[in-house]
């Protein structure tokens, strides 16, 4: 089954991981980067965890507790998202099945059966964020494929993807007809990515005036 790719906005929501191994580090270390406000429940840290935990603990609230179905039903925690991430699969279906119905989505580690979502391979510079998901089948075809794109996209794509942000708006502005923005456009890109985003202000300026005629 192929699972549907949807972008979040994670600023200020709640992400509740449960567990403290190489899972979590590394899911948690990728949140940070999408400034979601995270919930560590596990009684014993990996020491890179524990590392991470101690420098972001201004986002990282850490529950020193053996996780269980009784400690998580006293959390004060509203998450959008769960990730049972125990080394224990009978406790991480528990998991699941205790967040059915409740309107969270939970990834557990242990079965693709009992799990809402999963977590890409994920490329990010700036705002601009690639994923790339096997649904959970071979974690070497996604890392495979994101090596692919990430040796394929340029350096400065985030400075050309704030840039278009701005030259949109220009556009939008200048020329009515829906089919010569989509083109002029097109043109505004492919020059950035070919000047490596040198192109100047008057000479995206001609090209948008040229579209106008």
Do not use: W
């Amino acid at each position: 089954m192929a699972y549907f790719p949807l972008y979040v906005n994670l600023s200020g929501k709640q992400v509740l991981i449960i567990g403290g191994g190489d899972v979590s580090f590394r899911q948690i270390s990728t949140f940070l980067a999408f400034e979601a406000d995270i919930v560590l429940l596990a009684d014993t840290l990996i020491p890179e965890l524990e590392t991470l935990a101690s420098a972001y603990n201004f986002k990282i609230h850490h529950i020193n507790e053996k996780p269980s179905i009784e400690t998580i039903e006293k959390l004060d925690c509203s998450p959008t998202l769960v990730i049972a991430a125990t080394q224990d699969p009978a406790l991480n279906g528990s998991i699941y099945d205790f967040y059915a119905g409740k309107n969270v989505l939970v990834e557990n580690i242990s079965n693709r059966a009992k799990c809402d979502f999963i977590f890409p391979a994920i490329i990010k510079r700036g705002d601009v964020v690639c994923s790339i998901s096997s649904s959970g089948k071979s974690p070497l075809v996604s890392q495979f494929i994101k090596g692919l794109v990430e040796s394929s996209m340029p350096e400065n794509i985030s400075d050309i993807n704030e840039h278009m942000d701005e030259i949109y708006k220009a556009v939008h502005q200048s020329i009515s007809d829906p089919s010569k923005r989509a083109q002029t456009m097109r043109t505004i890109f492919t020059r950035l990515i070919e000047d490596d985003n040198m192109t100047t202000d008057n000479e995206i300026d001609g090209i948008i005036g040229e579209a106008e005629l």
